[in-house]
């Protein structure tokens, strides 16, 4: 995916919020994230200026956590489960669908920019295994065809 | 007439949303539909539930939002028979009336979004009677009389740590509370946020109380955005009401609350890791001593607790200790919250009285195995826990007894599996195994390395790491051999020692194997059975999958 031009303005709120207060690193680059759906170079380097924390030691924390992103996702982040009892519930079918569907693997963004896949930890919906999230909203009880057709959905309202 | 929608996560998932939005375009009065949270029947959502004017409850459930039309004429006639085949069942609504709630005791009743319907329900009495009519000391008695042990997997008791952090010098204290869920197959601490948010605000304020603390801070997942929604709104309510803030209820006790959100590290739901989180670093175990109750946010006196011990906490003080301590064994008093999952039936949260076996739970709650396959074992714990297999079935619960059979109590999730292995979480020496690569003395060389992880690592997590496969291999030691000295997975799980193969007599040749083979492995013509071609085969399982006859058995 072709990155655009980090508009760094859009900072500005957070930073004159959270800039001064001790232990905010992690809020300011969950904002960050929120406003540029990754974690620009840019960014970093102008959270750095403000903060006075070390580029460095913002990158230790960035890559310490999974929440947090250095290349711009799909338009739709797919966020399947990995926990127990998805696990148990056959969530392995799920991710071979989604690969198959999409051409991509864990971790990676179709060429139209469309959809990111991400395999991540137990999402807390177990009732429901196997379950996905993609952008805020949670899925669940998925079958292949059930997951066929909302990839063929989300395809079609994005067109 | 009240008309409420379950609207936890996995309601919402389930379409409750959508159900909503269905029954607010029918002649319903809008202001008679409201929502509540998680009703913990997660294996029925959507569920909308009925109040008549006497309160009388109709429960219907899996409803959609083409039943929006009949519900409507119910509740302008009354008469059942338009959502007849909604009701829930007899046997689904013991799933309920089985359980003791006391933790859950508001959550899939009161609207969470309102501070009204958590006060109506006797919210925040328990807070004015600990600060208006006990002493600290007082408040610490009572939790050390009910016996109440932290909830979040390590089964401490809760008031000795409360009376640490009381006993410890300093002016600055902090409460906090550990909500980073993190536990597959745990969800009772996203469902209690979501349900029933003032309680625990009210079980942290006592606790700032008792501790002498002025800040109370919550550690949320960023997996739990509805948690994080609901908790911001009810904090800024309580805020508006003086419950959170200065001189709360005209006494001499302040106290702020503010929320944090992780940022997806498992290893963060150990207590010296949270709170190097919520200081801004990675989130590394601190080495104790020092423990948290002598320095620990920003090196200040500070005291840890999980979700659903502070839900407890103003029950027990409007109940007596006693109350509470009356529930339960020697060892392990009140009740638990488990999330049970998995192969089971009726999956869901259950509240029970500790001292019940896990029989009561799996089989008589949980409605026993959702498929026709046999109870193998159910996880326990997460990945600190272990498996407990089939003949430990009618083990008691409590902290000991679960504790004997090698896996932990743990936060609560209980994921139940039937006859195959999760090997999800094991090593890469694991997978070799799994492969058929495994060879003699693998067992053995996993035993001393998890033995080693137990003893070397810095916390409790690392401590706890190997006991999924020590307990797997304790239980099932002769499916471990069978990988390795046979090459065989008796499960049937594992794809590389594993074969699809066309039952001649069950197969109509209808084709849609072949069509659905990505590699053309299967040959055959029309109406007449198919063969697969093992070479070629890459195990995928899709043939496995689309027959609709079950004529292809993988062994």
């Known amino acids: ?159 | 007439m009240r008309i409420v929608i379950g609207q936890g996560s996995c309601g919402i998932a389930a379409g409750a949303e959508k159900v909503r939005k269905a029954l607010l375009n029918t002649n319903i009065n809008a202001e008679s539909i409201s929502i509540t949270g998680c009703i913990g029947m997660c294996y029925l959502e959507p569920i909308v539930d009925i109040y008549d004017d006497d309160n009388k409850l109709t429960r219907l459930v899996k409803v959609s939002e083409n039943d929006a039309e009949s519900i409507a004429r119910f509740i302008e006639s009354g008469d059942k028979a338009a959502v007849e085949k909604l009701i829930v069942s007899d046997e689904d609504s013991e799933f309920l009336s089985k359980q003791t709630r006391i933790a859950l005791r508001n959550c899939g009743i009161i609207n969470p979004d309102e501070i009204e319907a958590y006060i109506n329900a006797g919210g925040y009495t328990a807070l004015k009677k600990a600060i208006c009519e006990l002493t600290p000391e007082g408040v610490i008695d009572i939790i050390k009389t009910s016996g109440l042990a932290g909830r979040g997997g390590a089964g401490f008791p809760t008031w000795f740590k409360w009376n640490a952090a009381r006993q410890s010098e300093g002016e600055e204290k902090y409460l906090i509370c550990n909500a980073d869920e993190g536990d597959p197959g745990a969800f009772m601490d996203r469902a209690v946020i979501e349900s029933d948010p003032h309680n625990l605000i009210e079980g942290m304020l006592i606790g700032a109380y008792a501790i002498g603390a002025k800040h109370a801070v919550v550690y949320v997942r960023a997996e739990y955005p509805l948690a994080i929604k609901r908790l911001k709104n009810a904090i800024a309510q309580a805020k508006d009401k003086g419950i959170i803030g200065e001189n709360i209820f005209g006494s001499d006790f302040s106290c702020d609350f503010t929320i944090k959100a992780g940022a997806g590290a498992f290893v963060c739901g150990e207590e010296t890791a949270l709170i190097e989180s919520l200081e801004g670093h990675r989130g590394m175990p601190r080495l104790k001593p020092p423990f948290p109750a002598q320095s620990g946010f920003w090196r200040k006196p500070s005291n840890i607790n999980n979700v659903e011990t502070f839900a407890n906490v103003g029950w027990i003080i409007n109940n007596g200790g006693e109350a509470f301590a009356a529930m339960g064994t020697e060892n392990s008093k009140g009740t638990k919250v488990f999330a049970v999952t998995g192969k089971v039936k009726r999956s869901g949260l259950v509240e029970i009285p500790m001292g019940k076996t896990l029989r009561d739970v799996i089989f008589d709650i949980g409605g026993g195995m959702k498929t026709d396959k046999e109870f193998k074992a159910v996880q326990m714990g997460g990945p600190s826990g272990g498996c407990i297999p089939a003949d430990l079935i009618d083990t008691v619960i409590d902290y000991k007894a679960l504790g004997a059979t090698g896996a932990i109590m743990g936060s609560g999730g209980m994921v139940v599996m039937d006859d195959r292995i999760g090997t999800k979480r094991m090593l890469e020496m694991l997978e070799r195994i799994t492969k058929g690569e495994g060879k003699e003395g693998d067992i053995e060389l996993l035993e001393e390395l998890c033995y080693s992880i137990k003893d070397g690592a810095l916390c409790g997590l690392g401590q706890t790491a190997p006991n999924p496969v020590l307990t797997t291999i304790k239980y099932f030691r002769d499916e471990y051999e069978a990988h390795i000295n046979d090459k065989k997975c008796p499960a049937g799980e594992c794809s590389d020692l594993i074969e699809y193969r066309i039952i001649a007599d069950k197969c109509k040749g209808c084709t849609l194997c072949a069509r659905n083979c990505p590699v053309n492995a299967i040959s055959g013509t029309v109406k007449k059975p198919h063969v697969i071609n093992t070479d070629k085969c890459i195990k995928c399982g899709k043939c496995y999958t689309s027959c609709k006859f079950g004529a292809i058995v993988k062994e």
């Open chain 1, 1 to 159: 995916m072709e990155k655009k031009t980090v508009d760094l303005t859009l900072l500005d709120g957070v930073l004159n919020e959270y800039a001064d207060v001790k232990g905010s690193l992690i809020t300011i680059l969950q904002n960050t994230q929120d406003i540029y759906g990754y974690l620009p170079k840019e960014a970093i380097e102008l959270i750095s200026e403000r903060t006075g924390i070390a580029t460095s030691e913002i990158m230790g924390v960035g890559t310490f956590y999974t929440q947090f992103r250095f290349e711009p996702v799909g338009k739709y982040l797919l966020m399947l489960c990995q926990g127990t009892a998805c696990h148990v519930n056959s969530s392995e079918l799920i991710l071979q669908t989604i690969k198959d569907e999409l051409g991509i693997d864990d971790g990676q963004t179709t060429e139209d920019g469309l959809f990111s896949l991400k395999c991540v930890a137990c999402l807390g919906c177990c009732s429901l295994s196997p379950v996905m999230m993609i952008n805020e909203d949670t899925y669940g009880s998925l079958t292949p065809d059930k997951t066929k057709k909302i990839l063929k959905e989300l395809r079609e309202a994005a067109l």
